[in-house]
């Protein structure tokens, strides 16, 4: 038997806009970049990190210099359009020789950071998703090693190593994860009680699969950040080093090694102070503006 069309009534469809979709959905990675591009300090940071770059892989290029060449009759020749950045007390050309440091400084501070990066982030793992015993042992071992200054410990071993590019890497590798594996541990513990963990452990996960799978990559924000934030740290411990001559070996320019050769003719040339002065200052200030803008956008707190 047929339906009886009057007893059914046709009805318009009303568009509801709170069914509306806002905006569209971004992930936490999409989420993080849209507020660090709002953050100006954090992408000045980051175009002057770039730049910085560029410049150190390149620049010595396009020179028609060697930052070892030395011509005595060139000595102490202030800034010109020959010398932008004038000379050295042998003669060596400070523009070159800044372009030179930069690779130096910047490879000192990479290197650093991933070897704090791979350290830390295994050694922290390891203490906090296991807890107990293990994770007070290898604690104690961080606290004890947190009791002396890291700048005392890289000092001492580069006294026993003997200065050399390659010393300030083993010196600075063995010492400079501290911070990261609290910072790992920190995060683990807050992680592993969660309930995806739990379901990961009760299908038979194995703990490194849990650790390297699940419990890092949740972990990324504040390891990002900290490596960030250890790459001036790692510059600056390079140019203080190389400032009281415990750094590179002559003649390679490092700008601790600027620095230090600057310090001497000060009052009569000061501009061979003040030109590797500046392009440590700037670095560091660049890559702490970055880290800072790297922080606020990776918090999910921050997320809306």
Known sequence: MAPNPELFKRIDFIHDTSYDIARPSTTYWQDAWRRLKKNKMAMAGLVMVCIITITAIFGPFFTKYNYSDQKLEWANQPPSAEHWLGTDNLGRDMFTRILYGARISLSIGIVASLLNFTIGVVYGGISGFFGGRVDSIMMRVIDILWGIPLLLYVILLMVVLEPGLTNIFIALGLVY?????????????????????????????????????????????????????????????????????????????????????????????????????????????SFNFLGDGLRDALDPRMRK
Do not use: D
């Open 177 to 285: 994860w501290l911070k990261m594996a609290r910072i790992v541990r920190g995060q683990i513990l807050s992680l592993k009680q969660l309930e995806y963990i739990l379901a990961a452990r009760l299908i038979g996960a194995k703990p490194w699969r849990i650790i390297l799978r699940h419990l890092i990559p949740n972990s990324m924000g504040p390891i990002i950040v900290t490596a960030t934030l250890a790459i001036p740290e790692a510059i600056f411990t390079e140019a203080f080093l190389s400032f009281i001559g415990l750094g590179v070996a002559a003649p390679m320019a490092s700008w601790g090694v600027l620095a230090s050769e600057g310090v001497t003719s000060l009052r009569s040339y000061p501009f061979q102070l003040f030109c590797p002065a500046v392009a440590i200052s700037i670095t560091m200030l």
